[in-house]
């Protein structure tokens, strides 16, 4: 059930691609996928000489400790409350991996606020900031001079809102739907887009997204 559950959600719930590699871009800050953020920050703790404490010890002893497990506690409890050692190292063990990973989150969104707002914005770091806008002619991007313009920039430069240019290359039109219908606070700035971004209906919600699917310039 859980297999099948999780199956379904990563079908419906589909995860934008990044921009396009560029050596150039020195701005662009990495950061790993969600499970191995707790790894990721563990890092910053062990500097220069010391990341092998990081990299290896600190994992290796963690590993050494489950396979030894079921040697270092034979009793036949099954109780948490009877068996105080397990509990409590697994207990304290999942704490610090959510507070890590925690952490490891508001870091990188504090960097990226010090890019400023741009960089903390869906599509900020998903293409380039050239190239012409794709199909300035489509009905999406009609609706969007009338509506979206005022906020997001006539070349989807970003002006009250943020940049738009290359949004195509992070998010898809279903995922751009789901988005302008549920805005989300993005760092740097103080309002949030209004659902449906002041848009009149569903169609043109649709249309809209269709148009920025498009923009992928790099």
């Known amino acids: 059930m859980f297999l099948v559950a999780f199956i379904l959600w990563v079908v419906f719930n589909p995860v934008g691609l990044e921009k396009v590699a560029n050596p150039e871009d020195t701005s ?26 990081g990299t290896v010890v600190i994992p290796a002893i963690a590993t050494l400790g489950l396979f030894l497990l079921p040697w270092l506690d034979r009793r036949k409890a ?44 869906p599509g900020s770091q998903a293409g380039g900031n ?9 009905p999406g991007a009609q609706i969007f001079a009338q509506s979206c313009a005022s906020c997001h920039g006539a070349n989807l430069e970003g002006q009250v809102g ?18 302008i ?18 848009l009149q209906s569903d169609d043109q919600v649709k249309q809209v997204a269709a148009w920025l699917a498009k923009q992928k310039q790099k």
């Open 78 to 121: 099954r109780h948490p409350f009877k068996r105080p050692i397990a509990t409590a190292t697994m207990v304290l063990s999942v704490f610090f991996m959510i507070w890590l990973t925690y952490v490891a989150e508001e870091e990188h969104l504090t960097e990226l606020a010090k890019q400023g707002p741009q960089a903390a914005t």
């Open 162 to 179: 943020p940049k738009l240019l290359g949004i195509g290359n992070q998010m898809n039109e279903a995922q751009l739907v789901e988005y």
């Open 130 to 138: 050239a190239g012409p806008l794709v199909d300035p002619n489509d």
């Open 28 to 53: 662009y800050l990495p950061v790993p996928d969600w499970y191995f953020l707790f790894l990721y920050q563990l890092l910053k703790y062990f500097p220069g000489k010391y990341v092998v404490f």
């Open 181 to 198: 219908n549920n805005p989300k606070p993005v760092a740097g700035y103080q309002s949030i887009m209004p659902p449906k971004g002041g």
